[in-house]
């Protein structure tokens, strides 16, 4: 076994378990099916448990999901099952007073923070999640994403540099819960690529010590890829002391949800054994497909198929630097496939073709992947068609 000296974070509970102060690195997961589908969401959270999940999240986005989630909370409380659960909140901020007395755990991102109440600054926002969850014992996870960055944040750094951004967002909201006397927080700042993962973390580590880390590649994709990706990230963090709890976000059917929480043990337990690779030339030299792990928001369940066809179909270009990325829904599609070179988000009935920040159009489930394939092909052909060396 190696000796890690773990970074001196402060406990955090999230229910049963408590992340942080040299407790056990916890694994998560987070359900993908509609929230409001009480039987299916039942069935993944209790199948996300029985595979050893410490805490599984469900995504909320209406006062319905929130309903349903309550309910879903009585059922499995009837039943005798209490799993640590955590709500992802969107945009509707309000939503945590309704959550807080059936979950453990509120996670927020600051960069949603802008679009409900315009008018109201996010400070009073946070403030206000921060009282529903200390009513409620619960804790809070700041869950900065590479694709929804506070746009104040943004606009005052090089358009170059994408890690300043999350790093000040992070930092600014741990200062404003700091002020409430608000304790009980994590944060989070994921991007799928993993030496932007393994660089913004590193510098939050440093700046704030105490505050303990959710990591995650955000958009891994399919396994094994996916897996080796976020593995790359939770090497090189984890042995420095870095981390207290972990989510591997793997693009995989519903019924294959439990081996994120299979994928993070077995990394966990090679770090913890020395079996580290070392980092490989990874990086963008060769084709890299991201996608992402697709939950309730997830508009059409072809979602999944549809990434895995991508892959199959774009075998083909495996050796030219090219970044495609597929996106489930319109909450973070959009944003996400900005930094790709070419990218896919689905909607219910079609899918958004996009090149780099410009949108090429909509098109069905049918047609998109010949659509695709005449965008790559122009695109290797634009670059000479030279492969990496
Ligand atoms: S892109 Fe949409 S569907 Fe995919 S994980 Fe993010 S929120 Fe869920």
Not at 116 to 127: D, F, Y
Not at 170 to 197: M, R, Y
Not at 262 to 267: L, Q
Not at 284 to 311: G, Q, W
């Amino acid at each position: 076994m190696v000796e890690i000296q773990r970074n001196p974070t402060r406990p955090v509970r999230i229910g049963t378990v408590t992340i942080g102060a040299d407790n056990p690195i916890a694994v998560q997961s987070m359900t993908a099916t509609a929230t409001q589908d009480v039987e299916s969401t039942l069935a993944q959270i209790r199948a996300l448990h029985d595979a050893g999940a410490d805490i599984i999240r469900v995504a909320v986005d209406s006062k319905k999901d929130a309903e349903a989630l309550a309910e879903i909370r009585k059922l499995l409380t009837c039943k005798g099952v209490r799993p640590n659960l955590a709500v992802d909140l969107q945009e509707n901020y309000r939503l945590a007073a309704v959550l807080a007395p059936h979950v453990d755990k509120i996670r927020y991102n600051p960069g949603h923070l802008y679009h409900h109440e315009r008018e109201k600054p996010w400070q009073e926002k946070v403030q206000f999640i921060a009282q529903s969850a200390a009513e409620h014992g619960c804790a809070i996870r700041v869950g900065v994403n590479c694709g929804s960055v506070d746009p104040a944040k943004v606009e005052a750094f090089d358009p170059d540099d994408s890690i300043s951004p999350m790093l000040e967002s992070a930092l600014e909201h741990c200062a404003a819960l700091d002020e409430l006397g608000f304790t009980q927080f994590c944060v989070s700042l994921k991007d799928s690529d993993p030496q932007k993962v393994i660089e913004v973390n590193r510098r939050f580590a440093e700046a704030r010590p105490d505050v303990p880390l959710h990591l995650g590649v955000t958009e891994a994709g399919m396994p094994p890829e996916g897996i080796i990706k976020t593995r790359i990230a939770f090497e090189q963090l984890i042995s420095r002391g870095i981390g207290d709890t972990i989510r591997v976000s793997l693009t995989v059917s519903n019924a294959r949800k439990p081996e994120e929480i299979e994928a993070g043990r077995s990394i966990l337990a090679d770090i913890a054994a020395g079996r580290v690779r070392s980092v490989v030339d990874y990086g963008l030299s060769t084709l890299n497909i991201i996608s992402c792990p697709s939950c309730s928001r997830v508009e059409n369940e072809a979602f999944v198929e549809l990434a895995e066809d991508v892959k199959r179909m774009t075998d083909y270009a495996k050796d030219h630097d090219i970044t495609i990325a597929v996106m489930g829904c319109r909450v973070n599609g959009p944003g996400e496939t900005d930094d790709a070179d070419l990218g896919l988000w689905c909607g219910p009935t079609y899918v958004n073709l996009k090149r780099g920040t410009e949108t090429l159009g909509q098109f069905g489930y049918d047609e998109i992947l010949s659509k695709l394939k005449a965008e790559l092909d122009q695109l290797i052909d634009a670059r000479g068609g030279a492969v990496a060396g």
